[in-house]
């Protein structure tokens, strides 16, 4: 049972559809913020008698911080996503991972900065209890395997959607990969003419530089450890601290 539901994460395809997934999740998270922002002001001033009260004020805040979290999901839906089995249930599940906070309607995202973004921290193929992990009391003995994992740099083409520099890796093969372009993973050619031959040999060739084994290195400006999203589990503990713990206000 555990193999049929794992196919299509580690199967020889599994690139192809955590393209075509991905670029689907970007663009309902693209398109539910963008029609949040469009809604009407909740917290407009006729919804109190008096405007300038307190309560008016902390709702107005509340509204403000709503709307720039969801500018921040309009532009960067997603940046990370994993697959975790849950081999008691026989089930699997993708969560998708960003650094905002998911708008009401979302399904299976996850901020990085809540319990639930300690799953992008947790090794590949390894068991875990999930409330041991994440500390939430309704998963206590719900063990875990992580299968996947996968970061996004989403960009917007015209009106399409893709990730450069996607890293994957897997429980079946755990080295890194580098992909420069999800939208190249799924591209088909369905009939077989000779220039459509000719096409697919120089899509092929070009998948070739597409994906490469590894990260791929770029000229790094600054340190920010809170903006990667795949942490190990010690840099993990780190970025969960409490700001007010006597150790990290030494270090800072």
């Given at each position: 049972?555990?193999?049929?539901i794992?196919d299509?994460?580690l199967?020889?395809d599994?690139?192809?559809f955590?393209a075509?997934?991905a ?11 963008s029609?949040?922002l ?11 008698a008096?405007?300038?009260h307190d ?6 805040g509340?509204s403000?911080?709503?709307?720039q979290?969801?500018?921040?999901l309009r532009?960067?839906p ?10 008691e ?10 650094r ?8 299976n995202?996850?901020s990085?900065?809540s ?6 921290a947790l ?6 209890d ?11 003995e719900?063990?875990?395997?992580k299968?996947q994992?996968?970061?996004?740099i989403?960009?917007?083409r015209?009106?399409s959607?893709?990730?450069r ?6 429980a079946k093969?755990?080295n890194?990969?580098?992909?420069n372009?999800?939208i190249?993973?799924i ?6 003419d ?10 092929e ?6 994906i490469?084994?590894?990260?791929r290195?770029e000229?790094?400006e600054?340190f ?6 795949f942490l190990?589990?010690?840099q993990?503990?780190?970025?969960r ?8 206000q030494?270090i800072?």
């Open positions: 049972m555990a193999d049929t794992l299509k994460y199967a020889e599994k690139l192809k955590l075509q997934a670029i689907e999740k970007f663009t309902e998270i693209s398109s539910l913020a029609s949040k469009s809604e009407d002001d909740s917290y407009g001033s006729g919804v109190l008096a405007p300038d309560a008016y004020r902390s709702l107005r509340i403000n911080t709503l709307r979290e969801y500018q921040k532009s960067e997603v940046v990370g996503c994993v697959v975790i089995h849950f081999p249930k026989g089930e699997v599940r993708e969560y998708y991972i960003c905002a906070t998911p708008p009401t309607g979302s399904k995202l996850i990085y900065r319990p639930m973004g300690r799953l992008a090794e590949l193929g390894e068991e875990y999930l409330g041991e992990e994440t500390r939430l009391e309704r998963f206590d719900e063990y875990i395997v299968v994992q996968a970061s996004f989403p960009i917007l015209g009106n959607w893709d990730s520099k996607t890293e994957h890796r897997d093969d755990p890194f990969k580098t992909i372009s999800l190249k993973i591209e088909q050619i369905e009939n077989a000779p220039l459509q031959i000719l096409q697919q040999f120089l899509q060739e070009e998948q070739k530089t597409n490469t084994d590894g990260i290195k000229i790094v600054k920010s450890l809170p903006d990667q999203v190990d589990a010690q993990d503990a780190i970025f601290l409490p700001l007010n713990n006597t150790w990290l030494e800072l």
